[in-house]
């Protein structure tokens, strides 16, 4: 009610003002992601009903959450420093054990590659390496699919991974 939420410290009410807006942009992302998805695997056009199908379970949600900060650690500038650590000792380690030889492929799998990034910076290391990721997840399919495919441009969306925190 109006009056108990007057009662409010203004600090509380700016903080849920924060979650409304930028909770919005993140389901204006999985919205498009999913409309993506529709587009171009079923003779469907538009976003979907909101009204189509199950609602998801609450004890699925942590898997959102997932792929907010798969995004974030694979796809941001945010994410570079973590990228960095993460990736290049992977990169290196191939470099020595799987040296590229000119004329020769190198083909790799990537077992769990999350929303994708890894596989392309793996295939970006040596034009001799081609490769492929795997991923159990089907949350994460849908990101990875949407963020190789979907997008045309840098910084296309703002996500706020954190909003749960």
Avoid at 91 to 107: F, Y
Wanted: charged share 20%; aromatic share 10%.
């Amino acid at each position: 009610p109006k009056a108990l939420y007057d009662r409010l410290p203004s600090i509380t009410t700016s903080k849920l003002n924060f979650i409304r807006l930028n909770g919005s942009m993140n389901q204006k992302f999985f919205d498009e992601m999913i409309a993506f998805q529709y587009d171009h695997f079923f003779d469907f056009n538009g976003v979907p009903n909101k009204n189509d199908g199950e609602p998801i379970n609450m004890s699925q949600m942590h898997r959102n959450q997932a792929v907010l900060h798969s995004l974030m650690r694979e796809w941001s500038a945010e994410g570079a420093e973590e990228r960095k650590q993460c990736f290049e000792p992977i990169i290196a380690q191939l470099l020595q054990h799987l040296p590229p030889i000119p004329g020769s492929q190198k083909r790799i799998l990537v077992p769990g590659c999350g929303v994708g990034r890894l596989p392309i910076e793996i295939a970006g290391a040596a034009p001799e390496y081609t490769c492929q990721g795997n991923e159990f997840s089907v949350y994460m399919i849908l990101a990875s699919n949407f963020m190789l495919n979907g997008l045309d441009r840098k910084n296309a969306y703002t996500i706020y991974p954190w909003l749960d925190k």
